[in-house]
């Protein structure tokens, strides 16, 4: 099966900085990565997919890039609506979910 | 309103099954996929399935396979996932949201999520 690494695991941010986070698969899944934000008690919400296209009515400070093997969230301006639990996925076989990235309020 | 309605919370004993129902609305039911991904307390999302509602084809994660089970009724669109020999570890919250099919898909409605307790 195919792994999905995400780091970092947490990290610490204020409004308006901008956010990097990774998804790294254990062998090439071309462009079929998705990406999703989870707030707690709430189901999970599409961001990305398709590894950079957004998902309609998600905000533009969002963006996806990458392909292969090597995968990134950004969040170009933090808001605090932004804190939560943010999740990669693959669906080029299986559709695991990597382990997950907590951003939170520093 | 596109929308997958969850059936009501469940407390189950040890070694006994659950079966989680998802209501589809505002959409044609056969046209997409539904998927089965559950989160255990604190952890992260684990996806345990697929089913195809037009055919009944399904496709399991290999963690599930022989303890789950993907069916659906098309006549009140409705998805349900039955998982079997229940254990402690399997407490968590079980969300079915919707893809498209085959290779390439994203999960752009999910449901509320139902919390399944396994408590003796």
């Known amino acids: 099966d195919i792994q999905m690494t995400q780091s970092p695991s947490s990290l610490s941010a204020s409004v308006g900085d901008r956010v990097t986070i990774t998804c790294r698969a254990s062998?090439?899944?071309?462009?079929?990565l998705n990406w999703y934000q989870q707030k707690p008690g709430k189901a999970p919400k599409l961001l990305v997919y398709?590894?950079?296209s957004l998902q309609s009515g998600v905000p533009s400070r969002f963006s996806g890039s990458g392909s292969g093997t090597d995968f990134t969230l950004t969040i170009s301006s933090l808001q605090p609506e932004d804190f939560a639990t943010y999740y990669c996925?693959?669906?080029?076989?299986?559709?695991?979910f990597g382990g997950g990235t907590k951003v939170e309020i520093k | 309103q596109v929308q997958l309605v969850q059936s009501g919370a469940e407390v189950k004993k040890p070694g006994a099954s659950v079966k989680v129902s998802c209501k589809a609305s505002?959409?044609?039911?056969?046209?997409?996929?539904i998927n089965w991904v559950r989160q255990t307390t604190g952890q992260g999302l684990e996806w345990m399935g697929w089913?195809?509602?037009?055919?009944?084809?399904?496709g399991y994660a290999q963690k599930f396979l022989g303890r789950v089970t993907m069916t659906r009724s098309t006549s009140i669109s409705t998805a349900y996932m039955d998982l079997s020999s229940l254990r402690s570890e399997d407490t968590a919250v079980y969300y079915c949201?919707?893809?498209?099919?085959?290779?390439?898909?994203?999960?752009?409605?999910w449901g509320q999520g139902t919390m399944v307790t396994v408590s003796s």
């Open positions: 089913m195809n509602p037009s055919s009944g084809d399904t």
């Open positions: 949201a919707r893809s498209g099919r085959g290779v390439g898909v994203s999960f752009d409605i």
């Open positions: 062998q090439s899944i071309s462009s079929y």
């Open positions: 996925q693959q669906s080029y076989s299986t559709r695991a």
């Open positions: 398709a590894a950079s």
């Open positions: 505002g959409h044609t039911f056969s046209t997409s996929d």
